[in-house]
């Protein structure tokens, strides 16, 4: 007797534990909604290809900005060396005008030269003339020694001069000449300085044509990244209003399918009736069946009933390893005892959809299938359901 009432409290207690998983269940698959799994994966692929699409987009924009400073760079040394090319061109034209005009001064000089180098030439043979002319005067008429050597001092004053007025002259010349070498020595070094800073900045154009062709590159594949990423947006929400309608028209389809199906259900198992929904577990302890048991092999396939979501399956006390398949519209359908799960929680399951195997687990005596069906909680009759 007192065996009897230990199995009859386990039994109580069991069932007390079931009533709570299966309330527990309720609660959380009444928030969660049926998702089919290739749209789940479909959407954490594109969550992936945006996040790399982003990291490429938030590099390409740091490079991006990265040349556009150096860009800007270019462009002020560009600008800098520009105003110096101008300046060194400036100086050879400067320095052309200088040579112009000091070979101008140098082409009347030396023609200053000319005129005074003949006048000279004359005055020596006038001077030769003189003297001569006078030496015969002196001796044949006697001409006053005093107007002779007045007449040699005049010549010797004039030659004088004109050999200072040719030396200032060639001196002058000179000095034209060094400051018209000193000039071409400028002119050439600005030459050189010229073709320095222009193949200076042809290298900066080219540099500020490469940067540029490197800016067009990466704007085109921030535009192309930006494009992707909207349009794997777009297509995220697509797909996430596409799930979520799905989930609505299932969960719809749920309720009016599993209701107008009644009797029209196939077993989960094929197996003999151990025992019928309502009849006593124990004589005289009030415990009825909830449920009713499934005998078959060890091993044999256990069926989803109905489309729906694992939302439990687990080892549970007494009712060893147990999978709980919410229907929706507060339908449930429970599979105890099996050998092997195949389902995990949160799981999608269809209609003939193998769940797991039969076995003995928990508190069975031999290999069966322990089958429910429930509605808002309570035990329905499985066999007005499956025939």
Same mark, same amino acid.
């Given at each position: 007797?007192?065996?009897? %009432?230990?199995?009859?409290?386990?039994?109580?207690?069991?069932?007390?534990?079931?009533?709570?998983?299966?309330?527990?269940?309720?609660?959380? &698959?009444?928030?969660?909604?049926?998702?089919?799994?290739?749209?789940?994966?479909?959407?954490?692929?594109? #969550?992936?290809?945006?996040?790399?699409?982003?990291?490429?987009?938030? /590099?390409?924009?740091?490079?991006?900005?990265?040349?556009?400073?150096?860009? %800007?760079?270019?462009?002020?040394?560009?600008?800098?060396?520009?105003?110096?090319?101008?300046?060194?061109?400036?100086?050879?034209?400067?320095?052309?005008?200088?040579?112009?005009?000091? *070979? /101008?001064?140098?082409? !009347?000089?030396?023609?200053?030269?000319? !005129?005074?180098?003949?006048?000279?030439?004359?005055?020596?043979?006038?001077?030769?003339?003189?003297?001569? *002319?006078?030496?015969?005067?002196?001796?044949?008429?006697?001409? &006053?020694?005093?107007?002779?050597?007045?007449? &040699?001092?005049?010549?010797?004053?004039? *030659?004088?001069?004109?050999?200072?007025?040719?030396?200032?002259? %060639?001196?002058?010349?000179?000095?034209?000449?060094?400051? %018209?070498?000193?000039?071409?020595?400028?002119?050439?070094?600005?030459?050189?300085? *010229?073709?320095?800073?222009?193949?200076?900045?042809?290298?900066?154009?080219? #540099?500020? /044509?490469?940067?540029?062709?490197?800016?067009n590159t990466l704007a085109q594949l921030i535009q192309e990244n930006t494009t992707a990423i909207q349009d794997q947006q777009n297509q995220q929400r697509q797909l996430a209003n596409l799930l979520e309608q799905l989930k609505r028209q299932q969960v719809a389809a749920n309720k009016q399918a599993f209701s107008q199906l009644k009797g029209r259900l196939k077993w989960p198992v094929r197996g003999s009736l151990k025992n019928k929904f309502g009849e006593l577990k124990i004589s005289a302890s009030g415990v009825d069946w909830t449920g009713v048991s499934l005998a078959a092999e060890a091993g044999t396939e256990i069926h989803a009933i109905f489309s729906g979501e694992v939302v439990f399956a687990d080892w549970f006390d007494h009712y060893g390893w147990l999978t709980i398949v919410d229907h929706g519209d507060n339908y449930m359908s429970l599979y105890a005892h099996a050998e092997g799960l195949y389902k995990k929680t949160g799981e999608n399951v269809t209609r003939g959809e193998v769940i797991a195997i039969v076995g003995d687990s928990g508190d069975t005596a031999s290999p069966n299938l322990y089958f429910e069906i429930r509605h808002q909680g309570t035990p329905v009759d499985p066999s007005v359901w499956c025939g």
């Open positions: 007797m007192a065996c009897m %009432q230990a199995r009859q409290s386990v039994f109580l207690a069991a069932n007390g534990w079931l009533k709570t998983l299966i309330l527990v269940c309720m609660s959380t &698959s009444s928030l969660a909604q049926d998702s089919p799994q290739a749209l789940q994966e479909q959407l954490q692929k594109i #969550a992936q290809n945006i996040h790399q699409l982003e990291l490429h987009l938030s /590099e390409d924009s740091s490079n991006y900005s990265l040349l556009e400073a150096e860009s %800007q760079q270019i462009d002020k040394d560009m600008g800098v060396l520009h105003a110096a090319l101008r300046g060194s061109l400036r100086r050879i034209e400067n320095s052309q005008h200088d040579l112009q005009l000091l *070979h /101008e001064q140098r082409y !009347v000089l030396q023609a200053q030269l000319e !005129v005074q180098t003949e006048r000279f030439k004359q005055q020596l043979i006038s001077a030769y003339q003189f003297n001569a *002319h006078s030496r015969w005067q002196f001796i044949l008429n006697q001409q &006053s020694l005093q107007n002779v050597g007045r007449n &040699s001092v005049i010549y010797n004053y004039l *030659h004088q001069a004109q050999i200072e007025q040719i030396t200032r002259i %060639q001196a002058l010349n000179t000095q034209l000449q060094q400051n %018209q070498q000193a000039v071409l020595a400028n002119q050439q070094n600005q030459q050189q300085l *010229h073709l320095q800073q222009q193949e200076q900045y042809q290298l900066l154009a080219l #540099a500020r /044509e490469q940067k540029q062709k490197a800016k």
